[in-house]
């Protein structure tokens, strides 16, 4: 049995589930090359999608229903889209289905988790709940709507229940981050650049949280629902102290005491919402979504705020919205077709982009050919490259990762043993900000000994502390209060990346290397042309397209 969900307004993607597994996820802005795009994705999935395979698909479903309506409907809810969806449904005897917002986030915190009861929780900016169920054509038909952005559920089995949600105009604290994003810090908050929060939480951790944590705290609880008057005085309030502030290295160590009181007063309300229940019913297991829990901060020190509770917590490949349109396939497949819940190896997949073979890698080269120099190797040829000289090397191999992280597919890789190494790359390659810390990729079963906690974080979505024993080896990967997002690998995620650093680990002794995605202020890459153009257009060493063991470096004149 083949579901279709789709997402629409941004984040746009769609996801084919295969009797519950998902096997092709792929987000709009890998193509458009611009972050968060507006568009609708199930028009993406019709234009992607061959006819054949669109016949086999027996339903439809849909997981964001604020999405395509209003505002949105010119560009998210095409007709076209739908009446082609309509005749499929007419050939294929299949339904068409709306899930709740974070229904759909709910549903793939816990469905792509191997945990068979657990607390879910998920926390964003705003998601639509209710809608009339007879409106599937995205008319503009009055619509029952609840907005919310903290909600509580109990997973168990094949099965999802609310607990408690939380009307958005009590709480939501993705809102109000993004705004202070933007208009304090003057960072993008959505397209065409992204959102920048990550750089504030960044930030954060070499700053005074004391200092404005309440301010910002108070402001949060009054406002409620994001943009209101409060948030917007204070964003006035901040931007023109940091405005005024001649001295720039005054103005930086502000910039940072500001970050640091928005992070704070961000886990503090966080943690005042989910003890009482976390308390209550005491689970072992915890499963996150929404775009709030890519605060890996945040989710790394609930490990401690709980730890005499919680055992093991889980958050899914595509937090965000990007990723509505898996939890809502797997909602369709578990809670209302009964389908009995799938067992992962280690951890469900999210290398689930398209692959690319020599012929479209060749295709690739040939268009600027007198550009590059082309030889044949192997892995140990490119792990003795990256254990010397500082070299710089991108990666492009198997399907692309679902989800803001690099994770050894469509990566950029270097050295974390390098005292320069992250000065290079923030400066010649990723041409950001010099705070921005890099995230370590290590073995699984090595964590223990290189981290104060035993986790799992397979899609680089915790932040844990390196034991201060170890954290002069790897300087290129700890950030400065000692921490780093980790991504912990096994064999059975990434058999390929696996091995690889396992060849670095007996070459140098260090079972981790350097990871960031590949890319340069712009969506991660997606296509083999993408990434010869992104590694032309940067101060990268090398590119490896390991698939087929081809090597790339520019060429120099006389070459």
């Known amino acids: 049995m083949k579901i279709l969900g789709f997402q629409s307004g941004h984040d746009v993607s769609y996801c084919i589930l295969d009797n519950g597994i998902p096997v092709i996820h792929e987000e709009l802005e890998r193509f458009t090359r611009e972050k968060e795009p507006l568009g609708d994705g199930l028009d993406m999935a019709l234009q992607r999608i061959p006819d054949d395979e669109l016949n086999e698909i027996s339903h439809f479903c849909y997981g964001n229903p604020g999405g395509r309506i209003r505002r949105y409907e010119e560009k998210c809810g095409l007709k076209e889209a739908d009446n082609k ?16 917002h974070h229904q759909s986030h709910a549903a793939n915190a816990f469905y792509s988790s191997n945990f068979d009861e657990a607390l879910i929780i998920t926390i964003d900016g705003s998601g639509t709940e209710k809608i009339n169920w007879e409106d599937v ?13 903290f909600t509580f559920w109990k997973g168990k089995g094949n099965k999802i229940e609310p607990i408690k949600r939380i009307d958005m105009f009590e709480c939501t604290l993705g809102s109000p981050y993004k705004i202070f994003t933007r208009d304090i810090f003057g960072l993008s908050a959505g397209y065409p650049y992204g959102n920048q ?22 402001s949060i609880k009054k406002g409620g629902g994001g943009p209101s008057p409060y948030n917007e005085q204070l964003c006035v309030q901040f931007k023109q102290m940091i405005d005024n502030e001649i001295d720039e290295k005054k103005k930086e160590t502000l910039k940072f005491d500001i970050a640091a009181g928005i992070q704070k007063a961000t886990e503090v309300i966080a943690r005042e919402y989910m003890t009482p229940i976390i308390e209550e019913l005491k689970p072992k297991n915890i499963c996150m979504s929404g775009g709030v829990t890519l605060n890996s901060v945040m989710v790394g020190k609930m490990y401690k ?62 268009k ?75 073995l699984r079963e090595d964590v223990s000994e290189w981290f104060e906690r035993d986790v799992d974080s397979p899609y680089m979505t915790t932040v844990i502390k390196f034991k201060k024993s170890v954290r002069n080896k790897v300087p290129a990967v700890v950030h400065y209060d000692g ?61 490896y397209f390991r698939d087929v063991g081809i090597l790339i470096r520019k060429s120099k004149d006389g070459e």
């Open 305 to 366: 705020w709980y730890e005499d509770i919680i055992e093991k917590i889980y958050v899914c490949p595509v937090p965000y919205d990007g990723g509505l349109s898996i939890g809502v396939a797997q909602y369709i497949y578990h809670q209302i077709l009964d389908y009995p819940r799938i067992k992962w190896v280690d951890n469900a997949s999210s290398y689930l982009g398209c692959k690319y073979d020599l012929d479209d890698i060749n295709e690739a080269i040939d």
């Open 483 to 543: 921490s780093a997002r980790l991504q912990t690998i096994t064999k059975n995620d990434n058999e390929w990346y696996y091995n690889f650093i396992n060849k670095f680990k007996n070459k140098t002794g260090v079972p981790i290397l350097l990871n960031t995605s590949f890319n340069d202020r712009e969506p991660i890459v997606e296509t083999p042309e993408h990434a010869i153009d992104c590694f032309l257009r940067t101060n990268i060493d090398y590119l």
């Open 197 to 218: 929060a990550g750089t504030v939480m960044a930030m954060a951790c070499m700053g005074d949280s004391s200092k404005y944590w309440k301010t910002f705290y108070y």
């Open 85 to 100: 969806m309509k005749n499929l449904l007419d050939i294929n005897g299949g339904e068409y289905y709306i899930v709740g």
């Open 368 to 442: 600027v050919n007198n550009k590059l120099t082309i030889q044949k190797v192997d892995d140990d040829f490119v792990v003795d490259l990256l254990a010397k000289d500082n070299n710089v090397i991108s990666v492009f191999g198997g399907g692309s990762e679902s989800g803001r992280r690099a994770l050894g597919n469509r990566s950029i890789l270097a050295d974390p043993r390098s005292s320069d190494m992250k000065d290079i790359i923030n400066e010649k390659v990723k041409h950001r900000q010099w705070f921005r810390p890099f995230a370590p990729s290590i």
């Open 137 to 149: 054509k995205g008319e503009e038909n009055e619509i029952d709507t609840f907005s919310t952005a």
